[in-house]
């Protein structure tokens, strides 16, 4: 994916919290989504940064620090619902690209 | 309602043959994209259109080819010279907002492809 690493796996308790990062290229950067995908079913949005920070959206955070190429995805009070793949993927010139994913696996 | 319509949801292709999957979006959006996933693998760019009666190249093009004779759709046509073409097709259409200003990209609920 032109260089957009995330891990591939994590595993995660009930009710914890759990961070997944995402590095990637800086060239021709515009911004980076990140996406929650069920198995055998379509991407939903999560969250979008196109400045350094972090944004806040109910359980979900994701920060960016364009200047290092990074990114992360928080989630708190993790749900068993929440086990899925989540998707790293950067808007670059004229084109978006996603990451291989991050499986979550979350532990009752 | 406003969305994207993949078609079939479903698809066996016997080897050596040429199939086309159907995308159309009623959202207005400019730009259309095709990707592909393999099982436990992320998703990678086939073909994207930014605007009608153009597009260009993804990551792996081999194989497939595109048309974008209007903007409400995006046919891909998997073609015998990809020789593993097995996988989940999304196709995805986006405001060009999303490549600099954010807006999100779209999905359309994919479609199963298997070579009998």
């Known amino acids: 994916g032109q260089n957009i690493d995330q891990p591939t796996e994590m595993t995660a308790t009930e009710g914890a919290i759990v961070q997944i990062n995402c590095t990637y290229q800086t060239s021709g950067f515009n911004g980076l989504f990140w996406y929650q995908q069920h198995a055998g079913e379509a991407p939903t949005f999560l969250s979008y940064?196109?400045?350094?920070g972090l944004e806040e959206k109910g359980r979900f955070s994701s920060f960016l620090s364009r200047s290092k190429g990074y990114s992360y995805l928080l989630l708190k009070e993790l749900q068993m619902k929440d086990s899925a793949s989540y998707l790293c993927a950067v808007s670059r010139d004229d084109k978006i690209i996603f990451g291989k994913g991050t499986r979550l696996h979350i532990l009752p | 309602d406003g969305g994207i319509t993949q078609s079939p949801k479903y698809l066996f292709r016997k080897e050596g043959q040429n199939v086309t999957l159907s995308c159309e979006q009623n959202l207005n959006h400019d730009a259309m994209y095709w990707y592909r996933q393999d099982p436990g693998q992320g998703l990678r760019l086939i073909y994207y259109s930014q605007i009608v009666n153009d597009f260009q190249k993804g990551d792996i093009a081999e194989g497939y080819s595109v048309s974008r004779e209007k903007k409400e759709s995006f046919p891909l046509t998997v073609t015998s010279a990809q020789k593993n073409p097995t996988a989940f097709y999304l196709c995805?259409?986006?405001?060009?907002?999303?490549?600099?200003?954010?807006?999100?990209?779209?999905f359309g609920e994919g479609s199963w492809l298997t070579v009998v």
């Open positions: 940064n196109v400045l350094d």
């Open positions: 995805a259409s986006s405001g060009l907002g999303a490549i600099i200003g954010g807006n999100t990209i779209y």
